[in-house]
């Protein structure tokens, strides 16, 4: 079935990294997402990387692919408070036009 | 990127009335329009894809008689939530997508008193 699959809370203080992790089910898929998401506010996408790439490097991001497992992770450096959200990843179904599934969302609380 | 806009970005309505929520792809021809809703605390969960010019397909467990989705044009997809309960109070969004970018509206948020 259709399966996004992420820890619900994670809590670091502020300058430690931050992993956030995801497991997905679809092997076809093209393209894999993180989003972030402030409180009453809409998504912003972080990142994106695509399935031919192991590892995809944004300033203070790193996206890692394990498309063996199916598993995704989103490594964040040097976490500030301005981090706390909650992030998603998202599976695109390249089959079904294109739709995403998210994750059920990773809250992280950056302490001072 | 593409920008896409929802009109309106809130709205507040009385159990039993419909209520029009317009998506519109600014920059972008969008002929695939995908709707979600996010419960609060909760994922966004899809609702239906809809094509340009033809029906749209619905998710499992979500009602095509209630959630009506017009995508008449390529730059505009509207969602009606027609006799809306409390329980239809939702933040509901909109995206499209191109060349692996996906492309979100801001989201409208319905409260249905």
């Known amino acids: 079935g259709e399966d996004v699959e992420q820890s619900l809370f994670l809590s670091v203080r502020e300058g430690d990294s931050s992993v956030i992790n995801c497991t997905y089910t679809?092997?076809?898929?093209?393209?894999l997402y993180w989003y972030k998401q402030e409180p009453g506010a809409g998504l912003q996408l972080l990142t994106y990387?695509?399935?031919?790439?192991d590892m995809k490097q944004d300033q203070r991001l790193t996206v890692l692919l394990n498309k063996k497992d199916k598993h995704l992770s989103l490594r964040i450096a040097d976490t500030q408070t301005g981090d706390s959200a909650i992030y998603f990843c998202?599976?695109?179904?390249?089959?079904?036009?294109?739709?995403?599934?998210f994750g059920q969302g990773t809250e992280l609380s950056v302490k001072p | 990127g593409a920008v896409v806009s929802q009109h309106p970005s809130w709205v507040i309505c009385k159990s039993g009335t419909s209520v029009k929520i317009e998506c519109r792809s600014l920059?972008?021809?969008?002929?695939?329009m995908f709707w979600y809703r996010q419960f609060p605390k909760q994922s966004l969960m899809l609702m239906a894809t809809?094509?340009?010019?033809?029906?749209?397909?619905?998710e499992q467990g979500v009602e095509k008689d209630k959630f009506l989705i017009n995508h008449a044009s390529l730059t505009l997809s509207t969602l009606t939530v027609t006799s809306a309960h409390p329980e239809d109070s939702s933040f509901y969004i909109c995206?499209?997508?191109?060349?692996?970018?996906?492309?979100f509206g801001p989201g409208t948020r319905l409260t249905v008193l």
């Open positions: 990387i695509f399935s031919n790439m």
């Open positions: 809809s094509n340009e010019g033809s029906k749209a397909t619905y």
């Open positions: 998202a599976e695109r179904y390249d089959n079904q036009g294109g739709k995403l599934i």
């Open positions: 995206s499209t997508h191109g060349q692996g970018e996906q492309f």
């Open positions: 679809d092997s076809s898929s093209t393209y």
């Open positions: 920059d972008f021809q969008a002929t695939t």
